[in-house]
């Protein structure tokens, strides 16, 4: 997987509790982004940051949800008072930037199961 | 709705046999890419295609750009049991937007 790291990779919260989710991008690559992805389904993207902004999160909930990508350290994403419908896998990707500006690639982590119990 | 469409949604065939997926949008990409996604891991980037009408091949598996790109087959010969898995396109439409996934080919090579 390119490098990309994520901590943990299995993580079990009771609802009402505050889960957090690390990503650590490809050394070098400074655009991340989260998605979440239910059994059996597709990759819903929920926000793409870029170090020390949110450029989209037209994907995230308004509450409960954010996510932030500071100049040091790992990507978080966070939810806050969990309810069992956020049981789900939630993956994170980073890209570089190729010469023409254009984001061709992303790499992806192996993803953290969130498990709501 | 979802912007790219995959189909078919899942795939059950026998090794030896060859299959093709689709991954089709009414919108132009600038890229896009093929990933491999297995049960409990990440999704795998195949390959990325970014020019109109580009064939690309990675061994028994072929992957074709529309000339309009906004649709992308991938074509696998002889598929192998170790083919198992979730197939996902992913366009890109450049200048720092985000990626929009298919909702997946779920293939399942039985020996």
């Known amino acids: 997987n390119a490098g990309v790291m994520q901590n943990p990779r299995h993580l079990v919260r009771r609802r009402g509790q505050e889960a957090r989710l690390r990503c650590s991008p490809v050394k070098g690559h400074s655009h991340v982004y989260w998605y979440r992805q239910l059994p059996e389904e597709g990759l819903k993207f929920m926000v793409y940051l870029q170090k020390e902004n949110i450029i989209d999160e037209s994907g995230m909930p308004k509450e409960r949800f954010s996510a932030e990508f500071p100049k040091e350290g790992p990507s978080i994403l966070r939810i806050q008072q969990v309810v069992r419908g956020d049981s789900a896998a939630y993956f994170c990707?980073?890209?570089?930037?190729?010469?023409?500006?254009?984001?061709?690639?992303?790499?992806f982590g192996p993803g953290t199961r969130l498990t709501v119990t | 709705t979802q912007l790219l469409e995959q189909s078919p949604q899942f795939l059950s065939i026998q090794e030896g046999e060859n299959l093709t997926v689709y991954c089709n949008s009414s919108?132009?990409?600038?890229?896009l890419q093929w990933y491999r996604q297995e049960p409990g891991e990440g999704p795998v980037l195949l390959v990325t295609v970014v020019t109109g009408g580009e064939v690309k091949k990675l061994k028994r598996l072929t992957f074709q750009f529309g000339d309009a790109r906004k649709d992308s087959s991938l074509h696998i010969t002889a598929a192998q049991t170790g083919d198992t898995g979730l197939y996902l396109c992913?366009?890109?439409?450049?200048?720092?937007?985000?990626?929009?996934f298919g909702s997946g080919t779920k293939l399942n090579v039985k020996p």
């Open positions: 990707a980073s890209s570089p930037i190729s010469l023409d500006n254009r984001l061709d690639e992303q790499y």
């Open positions: 992913a366009g890109g439409r450049g200048n720092f937007n985000k990626f929009y």
């Open positions: 919108s132009v990409f600038s890229s």
